[in-house]
């Protein structure tokens, strides 16, 4: 070979490994801070994602105008996290509710248009609590937006409320030492239909939905069938919280977001001492018993997961799964410290930080920011870990600044729902 080809071959496998090389760098930026206006990403956009496209279907923009149904105790404080972040750095509208109905569409109320500050209409995203009414929420959000929700096992879920809502549920409140295996026992000893936050006590998710929550499915299965295709004709997915991550992966999916728009900080998640470590299995069957309508909308909801993951591909979801969970914990280091762990509230400093607290009863977890801290990644990393009536009034007040002139006197509702349920003056803290 003559000279000249030999130096010139050189010289092409010399660009080439550095191509190669740039590529790994590329690839390790992952662990890199890269600030973005508000946005914080800890994962790079050069990297291929696991779960690619359909063949010779055209790159999508992302999708902007999505209503999330936020059940309750299944994750979803989680979820809305998501979604409140992604408006803000979008500069997107989030429907917010009235202050009549604090920082929920005036649950257990079914949901009214008229629950939703003047302020944050119309929006392009809604997270908050309520009770579903299709007409209404059409009538609210944009033609084209994206409905999703999610469902949680219902003997897990039952546990979470039983705990969460003992002082307040009618029903909870009369088991003798507080005992959830009391009430299962002879649940109907215990409920009324009808009291006042009676549906947190059985078919919780039914009602989230929209459903009757007194229907059985043993007397009536046409009912839950009819409920299933309710829900399938309006929500584009419906995820599954004891497969959050995965769940995610098909959100991003199906919005066209990138990775780095479903990273997270687990919220609301209460302390060990408040919760069953495991859940007995008679009591577990006691539970998807007494809650039957649930129990058949979360196993066929969870087939139809499974077979959705099935046609994107299963392999490249858990893949995908695997690199949101290990940017996650990248994440969260950076945010919170080598060791990030959840404190309860007494421990947290940053009163922003500080979550909500049921009861006396019930440690509801958080995380706090390392001390010192300042900048725009201070902010990114607050709103990660913000909880919900934080993050909600916070948003309220920067869309109210935003609409100025334009903002409509807020409307006095006629037969304004009971308060909400407050938090309980925190006994002396110890040292």
Known sequence: MPPILQRLQQATKMM??????????GCSTVSLLIHQGAQLSWYPKLFPLSCPPLRNSPPRPKHMTVAFLKTHKTAGTTVQNILFRFAERHNLTVALPHPSCEHQFCYPRNFSAHFVHPATRPP?????????????????????????????????MFESLFSYYNQY????????NASLEAFLRTPEAYYRAGEHFAMFAHNTLAYDLGGDNERSPR?????????????????????????FDESLVLLRRLLAWDLDDVLYAKLNARAASSRLAAIPAALARAARTWNALDAGLYDHFNATFWRRVARAGRACVEREA?????????????????????????????????????????DIMGYDLPGGGAGPATEACLKLAMPEVQYSNYLLRKQKRRGGARARPEPVLDNPPPRPIRVLPRGPQGP
């Open 322 to 362: 695997r690199e949101l969970r290990e940017a996650r914990q990248r994440l969260l280091r950076r945010c919170f410290g080598d060791e990030p762990v959840l404190r309860p509230a007494a421990q947290i400093r940053t009163k922003q930080l500080q979550p909500w607290q049921p009861s006396r009863k019930v």
């Open 169 to 176: 549920c009618p029903a909870f409140r009369r088991v003798p």
């Open 124 to 156: 392009h995203v809604l997270a908050s609590h309520l009770r579903f009414d299709r007409a209404e929420l059409e009538r609210l959000m944009p033609p084209g937006t994206v409905y999703v929700t999610i469902l949680r096992e219902p003997a897990a």
């Open 219 to 243: 007397n009536d299965a046409a009912y839950l069938a009819g409920l299933i295709r309710q829900v399938e004709e309006v929500f584009s997915l419906v995820m599954i919280a004891e497969y």
């Open 16 to 25: 080439s490994r550095r191509k190669i090389l740039l590529l790994v760098l």
